[in-house]
């Protein structure tokens, strides 16, 4: 009696496979970090060149009052970012998720179709709205004629508004693909047995939704604390977030192991948040 056939994938084709990624990885994930720690811990001369010696003194920096201020803020405007796109980007994606299957994809495509747009256009397309002489305050004239309007541009206003435009689909899209996935039978026992809408969504959906929420948190949260060119499109500046700092030691400062060593701090606390996430999200799998 012949034996089955042997139908594994051959050990030297999956290597094969994997190499491109692996490449990939390599040259543009592992060597541009391990170039970025190396530096970080160099200094420079006088004209701006990398001195390649062992020092600290570029961490000390990083904890200056001044940075950890400027460290603070951008944790700040980054988090508030993060719970407006939770609080505006949750129903939307409820609603698509929940949404007959004819019309999910034609309301993904909606919310897909601005991102096809070149970001510095949507983001002075805002710069149109806000401005004084703006779409908004031309709205507000035409319909009281008497009012002054509101000066949003260059105030951290209309930077916390560019992040959430920026990021909302971020958001958006890990909720819906959880919300698509939630047994409807769920949440009809849970209203057999009693349950208010409240409570069916804060102990059955919110629940069964979190890792969508989570992994939306990932991807707004930390771009968002280094996002760089919003603040200066649209805070003109003077809303100096830590994406700034970095882009102009790397640009204008010329300190090139500063702005490294700024940036392994920022992938520090890029792993910090990601840690805490999977471990809230085990805690959510495993009670116990």
Not at 72 to 83: D, E, I, K, M, N
Not at 128 to 150: D, H, Q, S, W, Y
């Amino acid at each position: 009696m012949k034996s089955a056939p042997d139908r594994r994938t051959p050990r030297w084709r999956a290597w094969l496979l994997l190499t491109p990624m692996i490449a990939w990885l390599v040259l543009f994930v592992v060597a541009p970090t391990a170039i970025l720690l190396v530096y970080s811990f160099c200094e420079r001369d006088e004209v701006g060149r990398v001195v390649f010696t062992f020092s600290l003194e570029n961490y000390r920096r990083v904890f200056d009052p001044i940075y950890l201020r400027i460290f603070a803020r951008s944790v700040g405007y980054a988090g508030l970012t993060t719970v407006i796109c939770i609080l505006a980007g949750y129903p939307v994606a409820y609603c698509i998720g929940r949404a007959r299957e004819e019309w999910r994809h034609r309301l993904l495509l909606l919310l897909m179709v601005p991102c096809w747009t070149s970001f510095l256009i949507r983001t002075y397309a805002w710069i149109t709205i806000l401005k004084e002489e703006g779409l908004l305050n031309g709205l507000i004239r035409l319909v009281a004629p008497t009012a002054t309007g509101f000066d949003l541009m260059y105030t951290p206003t209309a930077v916390v508004i560019g992040l959430v435009y920026a990021y909302l689909p971020f958001m958006i899209l890990p909720i819906y693909g959880s919300v698509e996935k939630l047994d409807g039978a769920l949440i009809e026992a849970a209203h057999d047995l009693g349950a208010g809408p409240l409570r069916v969504f804060s102990s059955v959906i919110i629940p069964l939704t979190l890792p969508g929420i989570a992994a939306g948190t990932l991807l707004v949260f930390v771009p968002a604390v280094g996002m760089f060119a919003i603040t200066d499109l649209m805070g003109g500046a003077r809303v100096p977030l830590i994406g700034n700092v970095i882009q102009n030691q790397f640009l204008v400062a010329r300190d090139w192991p500063f702005g490294a060593a700024l940036g392994a701090v920022f992938m520090g606390l890029f792993a910090l948040t990601y840690w805490i996430l999977l471990r809230l999200g085990a805690r959510e799998e495993d009670p116990a």
